[in-house]
């Protein structure tokens, strides 16, 4: 008989090929195959087309399978040939939870799963980008809190990972929206005021959570009259009729 092994083969660490070798011959003759998978000498697996597993292999790296045909009337005539599977190396990955959104100006808290490698690899550096130009190192398994300056924005988080195999950038990856948030300004003044006489109304200093700039600012009175304002300013206003219940408001866009 004449064996042939195939290939050549390649499969991905943690994955599987199938062997091919049926292209063996037995020249008129019934053969039977056999094949060893681990390279230990014993020809454990039959079959012309069986499985070769690369569960627990690391790649890169390169594995030999060898095949035995023989007669299947005369057990001892047998050929054997040789061939090499190329098992490759697999990017590692990692899990990324959080919230869809975050509100600018406030702290945002990302989770890092395990790392997942069908390789035999260790994790030794890793790196999370929080898409707005600031990055830092992390640890698998782990939880980071970052502030977003101003919204709204989209962003996507990525998180970089190295093993002794090499560098894989996005090995991890979330989106999510930085949401603005409203100004607001502290008001102050009495509970009450009589008709006709001037009420005074104290505009404390503006909160701001995001990296914006205040372009006005309008008190609306309550009773339709309304008047530009500045922020750590009082204002005045007179009331001509009462009694009545008032709200007064104030707009700050930015």
Not at 81 to 86: G, R, W
Not at 103 to 127: K, R
Not at 238 to 245: E, I, L, N, Q, V
Request: glycine share 12%; proline share 6%.
């Amino acid at each position: 008989p004449w064996a042939e092994a195939g290939g050549a083969y390649t499969v991905s660490e943690g994955s599987s090929v199938t062997l091919d070798g049926s292209a063996s011959m037995g020249f008129g003759s019934a053969l039977t195959y056999d094949w060893d998978l681990n390279g230990d000498g014993t020809f454990e697996t039959q079959g012309a087309t069986p499985t070769f597993s690369a569960e627990g292999l690391d790649g890169p790296s390169e594995a030999a399978v060898t095949l035995r045909v023989c007669v299947q009337e005369r057990p001892v005539d047998c050929d054997m040939d040789t061939a090499t599977i190329t098992v490759e190396n697999v990017a590692p990955t990692v899990a990324l939870s959080s919230a869809a959104t975050a509100d600018e100006g406030s702290a945002y808290a990302l989770t890092l799963g395990a790392v997942t490698d069908p390789g035999d690899d260790t994790a030794t550096g890793c790196m999370v980008h929080w898409g707005d130009g600031s990055s830092e190192a992390c640890t698998p398994g782990s939880t980071l809190a970052h502030t977003y300056a101003d919204g709204p924005a989209s962003r996507t988080i990525t998180v970089d990972l190295a093993d002794e195999d090499g560098v894989y950038p996005g090995a991890g990856s979330r989106g999510l929206t930085v949401e603005n948030v409203a100004p607001t300004v502290a008001l102050s003044g009495a509970a009450s005021v009589e008709e006709g006489s001037a009420y005074v109304l104290t505009l404390g200093a503006v909160t701001e959570p995001g990296d914006d700039t205040l372009t006005g600012c309008t008190v609306n009175w309550g009773d339709g009259d309304s008047e530009s304002c500045k922020p750590e300013s009082t204002l005045t206003h007179t009331y001509a009729d009462g009694p009545a219940s008032r709200t007064i408001t104030v707009d700050l866009p930015d």
